[in-house]
């Protein structure tokens, strides 16, 4: 897939979507995005990244998403 970017509405700031896979699950039918964030490092604010990464690629492709 694509690499994703998106810019937080609410702040200006871009992002970068790390890993973004498009797949299916066996015997389900619909695809799913599988979406991959590596740390090196603990953030205080990862929980709520994560959230808009989320939402962001939910309004975007309208389809279940894993994290």
Do not use: N, W
Not at 3 to 15: L, N, P, Y
Not at 21 to 48: C, M, W
Request: contains cysteine.
């Amino acid at each position: 897939m694509k690499q994703e970017f998106f810019t937080d509405v609410t702040s200006g700031d871009k992002h970068v979507v790390d890993i973004l896979v498009q797949t299916r699950l066996k015997e389900e039918p619909g695809i799913i995005l599988v979406h991959v964030e590596s740390q090196a490092s603990i953030q205080r604010d990862f929980a709520e990244r994560m959230f808009i990464y989320f939402s962001r690629l939910y309004q975007e492709h309208r389809c279940r998403i894993l994290l």
